[in-house]
């Protein structure tokens, strides 16, 4: 069936470090992929999306590029900040259902 | 515009009681997705409807797991008897088919549930 796996956390950087979070997955057809972020004691939030094959998404300094041939939707971000920390979760949307990984916790350190 | 919004925000029950989990999805959205978050077992969908209509409840528990949506506007996940290990997070999420059926799920903040 349809999976999205993620890189393991807890991953700590330091403040305006670089970074790179991995998401591949596993589907037929042509699924639309998303990144979600969680901050503590809140809800899931959107951070970027792409809907087809060699698209990038992006928002806030995050990127993520679309990558069919490697079934793959890596999550990037050029400098990250203490504001950062939060579990992100690479998902895959299709037929209706929204599948998710098992989330990767980033903490950002000063 | 209101996002999606459940109640309550905090359960604390005993186990075997009943609990009832409530969402309003946002207005004009078609779909609307149950989902459970534990530390074990991440986020698992427990069950989605279109147009009111459950179209997937493959991820639902067991049978003391039941979720209705009787209108467009108001839906509830029921658990009856509760035990310990019904305790999460549980969120509803909406969406719209106007993004087509792949694109963005708009999230509660949840109804974090513990049974004793």
């Known amino acids: 069936g349809d999976s999205v796996t993620q890189m393991e956390g807890p991953v700590t950087l330091s403040e305006e470090a670089f970074l790179t979070i991995n998401c591949t997955y596993t589907?037929?057809?042509?699924?639309?992929l998303f990144w979600y972020v969680q901050y503590p004691g809140e809800g899931l939030q959107l951070l970027l999306k792409?809907?087809?094959?060699?698209d990038k998404g992006s928002n806030k300094g995050f990127e993520a590029t679309y990558r069919k041939e490697t079934t793959s939707f890596h999550l990037e971000k050029g400098s990250v900040q203490v504001s950062d920390s939060a579990v992100y979760f690479c998902?895959?949307?299709?037929?209706?259902?929204?599948?998710f990984g098992q989330g990767t916790t980033l903490q950002v350190k000063p | 515009d209101a996002g999606v919004i459940q109640s309550p925000r905090h359960e604390v029950t005993e186990m075997g009681q009943e609990v009832t989990l409530r969402c309003k999805p946002i207005?004009?959205?078609?779909?609307l997705f149950w989902y459970r978050q534990t530390m074990m077992r991440g986020l698992e969908l427990l069950i989605y409807?279109?147009?009111?209509?459950?179209?997937?409840d493959s991820g639902m528990p067991e049978d003391r797991f039941s979720a209705k949506m009787p209108n467009a506007s108001f839906s509830t996940l029921k658990i009856q008897p509760s035990e310990p290990r019904d305790s999460a997070v549980y969120f509803c999420?909406?969406?719209?088919?106007?993004?087509?059926?792949?694109?963005?799920?708009?999230f509660g903040e949840g109804s974090r549930l513990t049974v004793l």
């Open positions: 999420a909406s969406s719209s088919s106007g993004s087509g059926n792949t694109g963005e799920l708009f």
């Open positions: 589907a037929t057809g042509y699924p639309s």
């Open positions: 792409a809907t087809k094959a060699d």
């Open positions: 998902a895959l949307r299709k037929a209706g259902k929204l599948i």
């Open positions: 207005s004009g959205h078609d779909y």
């Open positions: 409807f279109n147009n009111n209509v459950p179209i997937d």
